[in-house]
Every structure is written in C-alpha cells, then in structure tokens.
C-alpha cells in the first residue's frame, strides 16, 4: 500500500508546530506535508529540530489561492487534509474582520473544493479533518458547558469565521458524502504560541517590565488545555473518530482571566528570583474587549467516553513549564515581537 500524504495546513503556527512534530515523529511511514504561508503569526523556527526527517515536507503556499492549492493536490494527491491554517486572534478580528473572512471562511472553501475535484467523489481511505474553536458555541453565564449539540452563536469576527468554516465542512459531509470531521477545543497554552495571545504576552510584559493589560474586571473566564495534549486529541480523533461527527476538546481547567494573570506572575517571579508580588503590581485594568465573551467552558464527556482521551498534563505542570520555556526561548520571543509586532503592540494597547 502507497504510503498515507497527509496536508496539515498552519503546521508552522502555535497549534500546528505541536501537531506537525507530533505526526512526523511518530509516524515514519507517513508522508507528511506542512502547508503554510508564513504570516507574522507562523515560524519556521518552530519546527527547526524536525525539519530535516523525511518524512516531513514543507510548502510555502496561502489558501487563499485556489489555484494554487488545486495544482498542489494535483501534484501531491493527499488523501487527508488536516486544516488548522486560520487567522486566529479575536483583536486582531475586530480590527481587520475581512482578512479572517478571506483566510478562514474562503480559505476553507478552497481547500474543501480542492480535496473533492481531486477525490472526485471516491472518498475510500480519505478524511478532511477542521480544527476548529469552542468559541463558535457563543459566550456561556455562570453555569452550562458547551456540548457537541449545542446551537452555534458566534459574536466575534473571528468566531463568525470559524463557524461558517465549520459550517461549510458539515454541508460537505451531507452533501458530497465527504469523510470530515470537526473538532472544537478550548484555549491552548504552551510553547510557541505568538505573544499576542494572553499568556506568551504576560509573560512577555514581566520579562520587560512593562505593564499587563487585563481587559475589564478580569472576572472573564477561559477554559485552557496544554498545546501538546490538544495535540494527543486530534491524532486520536484522526484515526479514530467517526466521519461527520463534531467532538469536543477542553482542559477542565476553568480559570478568571485574572486569576490565571496572578498565577503567571507568581511562577515568574519565583523563577527569576524577584521578590513576591514584584511582577503582580505591573497588571493594569483596561478598557474591555468590544463583544468579550463572558465565559467558555467544555463539556468533553463525548471524547472521553468514545475516545478514551483526557488531557494528560495538569494546569500545576503545564503553567510551570510553559513559564519556564518563554524563560529559556526569550530569544525566541524577541525575534516574533520585533517588526510588526511591536506595530500592533503599539496601535493595539496605546489607542486603549
Ligand atoms: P496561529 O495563529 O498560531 O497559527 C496559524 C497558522 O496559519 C500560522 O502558521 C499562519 O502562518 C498560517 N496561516 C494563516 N493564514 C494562512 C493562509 N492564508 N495560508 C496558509 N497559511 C496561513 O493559530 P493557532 O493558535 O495555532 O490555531 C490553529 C488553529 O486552531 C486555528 O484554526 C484556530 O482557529 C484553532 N484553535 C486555536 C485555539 C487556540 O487556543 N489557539 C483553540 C481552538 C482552536
Ligand atoms: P486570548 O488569549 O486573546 O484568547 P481568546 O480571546 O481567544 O479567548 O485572550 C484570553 C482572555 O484574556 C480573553 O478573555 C481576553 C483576555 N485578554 C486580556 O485580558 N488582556 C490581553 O492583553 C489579551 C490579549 C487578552
């Protein structure tokens, strides 16, 4: 048998890195190919120690040109598509809500109407796999979690986007028969995520002793799931999980935003010898997020009952060494916040 080509799309962003290293380095006999533009949000730094195995592949390309995803599954013949390429930052999506139309919403398309003109309705051995987001499930008060069947209520741009991906992806499975397969998971956190995300940018502004903006009372609440253990779900639901079902992926680890902000502060302090409390007098309150979703929370029940996952790592483990890494990689850190970044840092935090 021809060995499985498997396109993971985004592989050189914050989630993709994790899963792309994860995928080459466990299965040899898979060939895979790593699709991504390179945006201010994607580095190829985050793969440098796999990237000469052979069985990884990297290729420059942008989903939003259809024609030149078509000529690549011409040539390459996948016959899985892991998409996780997305503009994927709220703030960023209040501020520029097209792009995250054209990259997520039509990006999606491309890929989709790609993988069924290539597979032409022969679907045997095939599977397109959306990762996708809770927060296309809408802002939840202070009870409920979100489970596979609840109704779709997205309120950002970038949530809005991801849903009609997800959306677009459904209608492929009922209409065309296509094998997909959706999953919407909870807040990552660890290495390599771009430090306009909450935790790298904490961690960042105590580094730096510049202040930490919280937006409003800091009483929002996230639900965060170790990147490596997302990483572990989509593998098992890549194999195993059942064509044109949605699954769930969370943490259990409900925090406040401000509560996870202390904790960050506190690890940081004790790991670069600063006096207790040092680093917790540099948090700001700011002005709140337009449309901030009060709470996301998972109900991962369904994942766990026909999968067998659970997340393996605690938040006790997972923060500490998710402190510790931005400690040792700050050189990392400088290189993806100079240029650009320091743009929107400025535009983003000073117009507040
Ligand atoms: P990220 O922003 O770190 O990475 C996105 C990657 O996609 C980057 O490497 C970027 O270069 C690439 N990309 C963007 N536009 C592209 C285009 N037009 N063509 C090709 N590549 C393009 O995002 P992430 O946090 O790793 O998220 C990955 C996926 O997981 C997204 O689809 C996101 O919606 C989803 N997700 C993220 C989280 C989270 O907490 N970060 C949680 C649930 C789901
Ligand atoms: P973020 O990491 O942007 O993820 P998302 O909005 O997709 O959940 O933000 C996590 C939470 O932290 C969210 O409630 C917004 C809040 N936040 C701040 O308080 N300050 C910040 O500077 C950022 C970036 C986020």
Known sequence: MSKRKILITGGAGFIGSHLVRRMVLRYEDYEIYNLDNLTYAGNLENLRDIESKANYHFIKADINDFEEVKALFDRYRFDSVIHLAA??????????????VHTNVLGTMHLLYAARQTWKDDY???????????????SLGDTGLFREDTAYDPRSPYSASKASADHFVRAYFHTYGMPVLISNCSNNYGPYQFPEKLIPLVINNILHRRTIPVYGDGSNVRDWLWVEDHAEAIDVLFHNGIEGETYNIGGNNEMQNIELVHLLCDITDEMLGRPVGDSRALITFVKDRPGHDRRYAIDASKIKDTMGWEPGTTPEVGFRKTVRWYLDNDSWLDAVTSGEYLKYYEKHYHAR
Do not use: C
Request: aromatic share 14%.
């Open 87 to 100: 503009e994927s930052h709220v703030d960023r999506s209040i501020e520029d809500p097209l792009a995250f």
């Open 124 to 138: 045997t051995g095939k599977r397109f796999y959306q990762v996708s987001t809770d927060e296309v499930y809408g």
